[in-house]
C-alpha cells in the first residue's frame, strides 16, 4: 500500500509557479495572436508590468482585470 506523502511548502510553491506561468503564458498567446510581429516576451511584460515580480502577485492582477 503506496502511503502519501505531503508535499513541501516549497515543493508546493514550485509548482504554484508552474501553474501560474501557464496562465500567463496562455494569456500573452491570445494577445500575440491579435498583435502580429510584437514579440511575446514584450507582450508578457506589459501584462505583468503594474505587478511586482512576483508571479503570484502578477497572477492576482491579471485575474484582477478580467
Known sequence: ???HRTPTLEERIKQLRIEIDTVI???VETVAKDSPGVPKG??????????P????AQYLELQAKE
Do not use: E, G, H, Q
Request: glycine share 0%.
Open 1 to 3: 500500500m503506496k502511503t
Open 53 to 56: 515580480s512576483c508571479p503570484c
Open 42 to 51: 514584450v507582450i508578457r511584460n506589459l501584462l505583468t508590468a503594474k505587478a
Open 25 to 27: 503564458d496562455a494569456r
